[in-house]
C-alpha cells in the first residue's frame, strides 16, 4: 500500500477525536499550535447564536444547582427520622416519626429532581441546535472555499487528508460544541456548588475532604504519565495493523498469485502481537487509578465519619449533614475528573478547528479574468502557445519556451515519455495553473483575459481515470448536458458504443453505479465518460489517455465515433498508444518540457528521429 493511503489510515485514527482509556482517563490527543488564535475565530461562528449559549448556560447553572441542593434537603429527612428513632429508643412518652415532615421533604426532592432534568433537556435541546448550526455554516464555507481552490492544493495533498479535515475534523467539532460546552459549565458549578454547600455543612470536614484532594492529583497524573506512551504506542500500532490488513485485501488477488499468505500472515502476527503489548500495558497501567482513587477517597471517607461522628454527639452537626456531607464528598471528585478530560478533549477540538481553518486561508483561485464575455457563435477553436513557461516550482521549469498553433479542426496529438509534459500542457490550457511567463490564447484573446468558467465553457475532456458518481448510468452520461434531450443521450451513448452493453443489464440505463463504480468494468467506465464528452459537445475537445483502458476491438469502435465528434472542432489528444494518432494533423513530441520534434505521423517517421524510435518500440519491438 502507498504512503498515502498509511497516511490516510493514520489520519482517520487521530482525526476521530480524543480517545479515552477506561475510567475516564484521557489517551493523548493533538493541540493546536495557535490555540487562543484558533479558539476566538471558533468563537466567531458562535457569536450569532451568543443568546442561546447565555440561555444555556443559565439552564445549565439552574439544573445543576436543584441537583446540588438535593443531599442538603434529603439529609433534613434524615434528621428528622434520627430524632424521631432516638425519642422511642429514649423511652418519650408520645415519640413518633413525623412521616408527615418527610413526606413533604420527599415532594420537595421530587419537584427539585423534575425541574433539574427539565432544565437539563432544555440545555441539550438548544445545544444541539446551536451546535449543528454553527457546523453547518462550518460545512458551508469549507465546500465553497474547496470549489475556488486551485488545482495545485489537490495536488499537493492526499485525499484521505482533505476528506479528514472536512468529515472528521468537522464532527470532532460538533461533538465538542453538543456535549463539552455543557458539561464544562455543569462541572464548574457541581464544584463550585459541592465545596460551598460542604462550607455550610462543616468547614472542618471539608478542610478534611480538600487534603486527599493534591495526592489524587498526583496519583492521576503520575500514572496517566506513564499510560499515555502506551496509548500512543497503541494508536500507532492499530494505524500499522489497518494499513496492513486493508493493503492484503485490496491487493487480496496478488498476494495469493504470489504465493505471499505467510509472509502475510507473519507481518500481521508481528504487527497484532505490538498491538496486544501496548494496549494490554496501556489499559493495565491506566487502570490502576481508580482503584488508587478509591482508596484515597476512603481515606478521606473514615476520616469524615470519624470526625462527623464526634462532632454529631457534641451536637456540633445533625446526623442528616453527616449524610450530605459524605454524599457530597463522594461527588467531589467526579466533576474534577469530567473538567480535566473536557480540557484535553477542547484541546483536541481546536486543533481540529485550527486544521479546518488552514483550508479556509489557503490561497484561492483566481475567480475572474477581465471579464471579456465568450460568444459561443464565434468560436472557431484556434489555440495558440507563444513562448510559454511553467514550473509547478518557481526555480524548476517544466515547461520552457513553448510555442505551437492548433488551428481550427485540426487534431494536435501530444506524445512522449512519461514526466515530458503532456499533461501539465492541458493543465495549462485549462487555466488550472498559471503560466510564468509567456501567452496562451483561444481565438487570438488571452486566456487571463476570460473567467475560467467561461474558458472552461468551450472545452470537453475525457481523461485517462474515468470518474463516475454514485447514480444511474443515464444521470451520469446525462452529466455532460443539463438541459440533453432523451434522444440526445440516446445517441451520444450509441456513438460511444455505450448502448450495446447497457441493454444487456438488467436494469439497462436505470443500472445504478456504486460509490466506486466497480459494478461495471473498466472500459465500460471509460465508454460512458466518453458518451458524456460527446453529449457536451464542446468546441475544444481534449483526450488525455481516453482509450488507455479499453481493450483493442473496442477501441477500434472509439476511434471510428470519435473521428465523427472531431469534425469540425478543435482536438488535443494525449496518447501512449501511438495507434490512436496516426491521423493526427500535427504531433508533438515532447520530451522534458520542451517540444522536440513537429509534424504529421509520415513527416516524424521519416526523420527517423525520437518520435520514429518510440514509434517502432511500440510496433516492431525495437528499442526506443
Given at each position: 500500500?502507498?504512503?498515502?493511503?498509511?497516511?490516510?489510515?493514520?489520519?482517520?485514527?487521530?482525526?476521530?477525536?480524543?480517545?479515552?482509556?477506561?475510567?475516564?482517563?484521557?489517551?493523548?490527543?493533538?493541540?493546536?499550535?495557535?490555540?487562543?488564535?484558533?479558539?476566538?475565530?471558533?468563537?466567531?461562528?458562535?457569536?450569532?447564536?451568543?443568546?442561546?449559549?447565555?440561555?444555556?448556560?443559565?439552564?445549565?447553572?439552574?439544573?445543576?444547582?436543584?441537583?446540588?441542593?438535593?443531599?442538603?434537603?434529603?439529609?433534613?429527612?434524615?434528621?428528622?427520622?434520627?430524632?424521631?428513632?432516638?425519642?422511642?429508643?429514649?423511652?418519650?412518652?408520645?415519640?413518633?416519626?413525623?412521616?408527615?415532615?418527610?413526606?413533604?421533604?420527599?415532594?420537595?426532592?421530587?419537584?427539585?429532581?423534575?425541574?433539574?432534568?427539565?432544565?437539563?433537556?432544555?440545555?441539550?435541546?438548544?445545544?444541539?441546535?446551536?451546535?449543528?448550526?454553527?457546523?453547518?455554516?462550518?460545512?458551508?464555507?469549507?465546500?465553497?472555499?474547496?470549489?475556488?481552490?486551485?488545482?495545485?492544493?489537490?495536488?499537493?495533498?492526499?485525499?484521505?487528508?482533505?476528506?479528514?479535515?472536512?468529515?472528521?475534523?468537522?464532527?470532532?467539532?460538533?461533538?465538542?460544541?453538543?456535549?463539552?460546552?455543557?458539561?464544562?459549565?455543569?462541572?464548574?458549578?457541581?464544584?463550585?456548588?459541592?465545596?460551598?454547600?460542604?462550607?455550610?455543612?462543616?468547614?472542618?470536614?471539608?478542610?478534611?475532604?480538600?487534603?486527599?484532594?493534591?495526592?489524587?492529583?498526583?496519583?492521576?497524573?503520575?500514572?496517566?504519565?506513564?499510560?499515555?506512551?502506551?496509548?500512543?504506542?497503541?494508536?500507532?500500532?492499530?494505524?500499522?495493523?489497518?494499513?496492513?490488513?486493508?493493503?492484503?485485501?485490496?491487493?487480496?488477488?496478488?498476494?495469493?498469485?504470489?504465493?505471499?499468505?505467510?509472509?502475510?500472515?507473519?507481518?500481521?502476527?508481528?504487527?497484532?502481537?505490538?498491538?496486544?503489548?501496548?494496549?494490554?500495558?496501556?489499559?493495565?497501567?491506566?487502570?490502576?487509578?481508580?482503584?488508587?482513587?478509591?482508596?484515597?477517597?476512603?481515606?478521606?471517607?473514615?476520616?469524615v465519619s470519624v470526625v462527623g461522628g464526634i462532632f454529631v454527639t457534641r451536637r456540633v452537626i445533625e446526623i442528616g449533614d453527616i449524610q450530605?456531607?459524605?454524599?457530597?464528598?463522594?461527588?467531589?471528585?467526579?466533576?474534577?475528573?469530567?473538567?480535566?478530560?473536557?480540557?484535553?478533549?477542547?484541546?483536541?477540538?481546536?486543533?481540529?478547528?485550527?486544521?479546518?481553518?488552514?483550508?479556509?486561508?489557503?490561497?484561492?483561485?483566481?475567480?475572474?479574468?477581465?471579464?471579456?464575455?465568450?460568444?459561443?457563435?464565434?468560436?472557431?477553436?484556434?489555440?495558440?502557445?507563444?513562448?510559454?513557461?511553467?514550473?509547478?516550482?518557481?526555480?524548476?521549469?517544466?515547461?520552457?519556451?513553448m510555442s505551437f498553433t492548433a488551428k481550427s479542426g485540426q487534431t494536435v496529438a501530444i506524445v512522449g515519455p512519461t514526466g515530458a509534459g503532456?499533461?501539465?500542457?492541458?493543465?495549462?490550457?485549462?487555466?488550472?495553473?498559471?503560466?510564468?511567463?509567456?501567452?496562451?490564447?483561444?481565438?487570438?484573446?488571452?486566456?487571463?483575459?476570460?473567467?475560467?468558467?467561461?474558458?472552461?465553457?468551450?472545452?470537453?475532456?475525457?481523461?485517462?481515470?474515468?470518474?463516475?458518481?454514485?447514480?444511474?448510468?443515464?444521470?451520469?452520461?446525462?452529466?455532460?448536458?443539463?438541459?440533453?434531450?432523451?434522444?440526445?443521450?440516446?445517441?451520444?451513448?450509441?456513438?460511444?458504443?455505450?448502448?450495446?452493453?447497457?441493454?444487456?443489464?438488467?436494469?439497462?440505463?436505470?443500472?445504478?453505479?456504486?460509490?466506486?463504480?466497480?459494478?461495471?468494468?473498466?472500459?465500460?467506465?471509460?465508454?460512458?465518460?466518453?458518451?458524456?464528452?460527446?453529449?457536451?459537445?464542446?468546441?475544444?475537445?481534449?483526450?488525455?489517455?481516453?482509450?488507455?483502458?479499453?481493450?483493442?476491438?473496442?477501441?477500434?469502435?472509439?476511434?471510428?465515433?470519435?473521428?465523427?465528434?472531431?469534425?469540425?472542432?478543435?482536438?488535443?489528444?494525449?496518447?501512449?498508444?501511438?495507434?490512436?494518432?496516426?491521423?493526427?494533423?500535427?504531433?508533438?513530441?515532447?520530451?522534458?518540457?520542451?517540444?522536440?520534434?513537429?509534424?504529421?505521423?509520415?513527416v516524424l517517421m521519416e526523420k527517423g528521429g525520437f518520435y520514429s524510435d518510440l514509434y517502432n518500440s511500440q510496433f516492431l519491438g525495437k528499442?526506443?
Amino acid at each position: 500500500m502507498s504512503e498515502r493511503d498509511n497516511n490516510m489510515n493514520r489520519n482517520s485514527l487521530r482525526d476521530r477525536g480524543p480517545g479515552r482509556g477506561p475510567h475516564g482517563i484521557s489517551m493523548p490527543v493533538e493541540k493546536a499550535k495557535n490555540f487562543k488564535g484558533t479558539l476566538k475565530r471558533l468563537i466567531k461562528y458562535l457569536m450569532p447564536m451568543r443568546m442561546r449559549l447565555i440561555i444555556v448556560g443559565g439552564l445549565a447553572m439552574f439544573s445543576t444547582v436543584f441537583n446540588i441542593l438535593s443531599p442538603k434537603v434529603m439529609g433534613k429527612a434524615t434528621t428528622k427520622l434520627f430524632e424521631g428513632l432516638m425519642m422511642k429508643l429514649q423511652g418519650i412518652p408520645d415519640a413518633a416519626i413525623d412521616f408527615d415532615y418527610i413526606a413533604g421533604i420527599l415532594m420537595i426532592l421530587t419537584v427539585l429532581y423534575i425541574v433539574s432534568a427539565l432544565f437539563s433537556y432544555g440545555t441539550q435541546y438548544i445545544m444541539a441546535g446551536v451546535a449543528q448550526k454553527t457546523v453547518f455554516d462550518m460545512r458551508k464555507d469549507i465546500s465553497e472555499k474547496l470549489h475556488r481552490l486551485p488545482l495545485k492544493y489537490f495536488d499537493s495533498r492526499t485525499h484521505g487528508e482533505i476528506l479528514s479535515r472536512v468529515t472528521n475534523d468537522i464532527d470532532n467539532i460538533s461533538n465538542t460544541l453538543q456535549q463539552s460546552i455543557t458539561q464544562l459549565i455543569t462541572s464548574i458549578v457541581t464544584l463550585s456548588g459541592i465545596i460551598i454547600m460542604m462550607l455550610t455543612i462543616s468547614p472542618v470536614m471539608t478542610l478534611i475532604t480538600l487534603i486527599t484532594l493534591p495526592l489524587s492529583i498526583f496519583i492521576t497524573k503520575g500514572i496517566a504519565k506513564k499510560s499515555q506512551k502506551y496509548f500512543k504506542m497503541q494508536q500507532k500500532m492499530i494505524g500499522e495493523l489497518n494499513g496492513h490488513v486493508e493493503e492484503m485485501y485490496t491487493g487480496h488477488k496478488v498476494v495469493k498469485a504470489f504465493g505471499y499468505e505467510e509472509k502475510s500472515l507473519a507481518a500481521f502476527q508481528r504487527l497484532n502481537d505490538k498491538l496486544y503489548n501496548a494496549g494490554w500495558k496501556a489499559q493495565f497501567v491506566s487502570g490502576i487509578i481508580m482503584p488508587l482513587m478509591t482508596f484515597v477517597s476512603n481515606i478521606g471517607y473514615v476520616f469524615v465519619s470519624v470526625v462527623g461522628g464526634i462532632f454529631v454527639t457534641r451536637r456540633v452537626i445533625e446526623i442528616g449533614d453527616i449524610q450530605a456531607f459524605i454524599q457530597y464528598s463522594r461527588q467531589f471528585s467526579h466533576p474534577i475528573v469530567q473538567t480535566a478530560n473536557i480540557v484535553n478533549i477542547i484541546q483536541s477540538t481546536v486543533a481540529s478547528a485550527e486544521r479546518v481553518f488552514e483550508v479556509l486561508d489557503e490561497e484561492e483561485e483566481e475567480v475572474k479574468g477581465n471579464e471579456i464575455p465568450v460568444q459561443l457563435e464565434k468560436i472557431r477553436g484556434e489555440v495558440h502557445f507563444k513562448h510559454v513557461d511553467f514550473g509547478y516550482k518557481k526555480d524548476v521549469k517544466l515547461i520552457e519556451d513553448m510555442s505551437f498553433t492548433a488551428k481550427s479542426g485540426q487534431t494536435v496529438a501530444i506524445v512522449g515519455p512519461t514526466g515530458a509534459g503532456k499533461t501539465t500542457l492541458v493543465n495549462l490550457l485549462l487555466r488550472f495553473y498559471e503560466i510564468d511567463d509567456g501567452r496562451i490564447t483561444v481565438d487570438g484573446i488571452d486566456i487571463r483575459d476570460l473567467t475560467r468558467e467561461g474558458l472552461r465553457s468551450l472545452f470537453g475532456m475525457v481523461l485517462q481515470d474515468a470518474w463516475l458518481f454514485k447514480g444511474s448510468i443515464w444521470d451520469n452520461i446525462a452529466y455532460g448536458k443539463t438541459d440533453a434531450t432523451d434522444k440526445e443521450i440516446l445517441k451520444a451513448a450509441e456513438m460511444a458504443h455505450v448502448d450495446h452493453f447497457v441493454r444487456m443489464l438488467p436494469e439497462g440505463y436505470q443500472t445504478e453505479l456504486n460509490e466506486e463504480a466497480n459494478n461495471i468494468s473498466q472500459g465500460q467506465k471509460q465508454l460512458i465518460t466518453i458518451a458524456r464528452a460527446i453529449l457536451a459537445d464542446p468546441f475544444i475537445l481534449i483526450l488525455d489517455e481516453a482509450t488507455s483502458n479499453v481493450d483493442t476491438r473496442t477501441e477500434i469502435y472509439i476511434q471510428k465515433a470519435m473521428s465523427e465528434l472531431m469534425k469540425g472542432r478543435t482536438n488535443f489528444v494525449i496518447a501512449h498508444r501511438l495507434s490512436t494518432i496516426r491521423k493526427a494533423d500535427i504531433i508533438l513530441v515532447m520530451n522534458e518540457g520542451k517540444i522536440i520534434e513537429k509534424g504529421n505521423h509520415e513527416v516524424l517517421m521519416e526523420k527517423g528521429g525520437f518520435y520514429s524510435d518510440l514509434y517502432n518500440s511500440q510496433f516492431l519491438g525495437k528499442p526506443a
